[in-house]
């Protein structure tokens, strides 16, 4: 469940009809990563769903706006990818990995840098500034 808050506390929760995987805001509309069946719904502040889009990513997970494209990693396959918005795999990265035992923790956009968390023990995340291309 999805919620809006300030730094008063919650100001609303949205019901969305699946477990997302990872959220965006491309400026007009919000958007969730269904995981489990691999699209980005686009939904409205009511929470209603109004679109859906397959996305060319096997098990996507995590999710971040650039401003033209999506951003999301694949959890098995531990590669990052650069989707479009018509759901297309429009490149993919091999992001820096601490060890084989490391899980993917998070993405950020801010500005034109991509950030890339990892965890790397139970107590420690490693976050690369990543040059997306």
Not at 50 to 79: A, C, K, M, N
Not at 89 to 111: F, K, Y
Request: charged share 25%; aromatic share 14%; no cysteine.
């Amino acid at each position: 469940r999805p919620y809006e808050f300030d730094a008063d506390g919650i100001k609303r929760s949205y019901e969305l009809s699946h477990r997302t995987y990872g959220l965006a805001y491309d400026g007009a509309r919000y958007w969730s990563l269904d995981g489990l069946d691999g699209s980005l719904a686009a939904f409205d502040a009511s929470g209603t769903i109004s679109e859906r889009i397959p996305v060319e990513v096997p098990d996507p997970y995590h999710l971040e706006w650039d401003g033209e494209q999506f951003w999301t990693v694949s959890w098995y396959t531990l590669r990052l990818y650069k989707v479009g918005t018509d759901g297309s795999a429009i490149a993919v990265m091999d992001p820096p990995l601490s060890s084989s035992s490391s899980i993917q923790s998070g993405l950020a956009m801010a500005g034109s840098q991509l950030w890339y968390a990892q965890r790397v023990s139970l107590e420690r995340t490693r976050i690369y500034r990543l040059q997306p291309e």
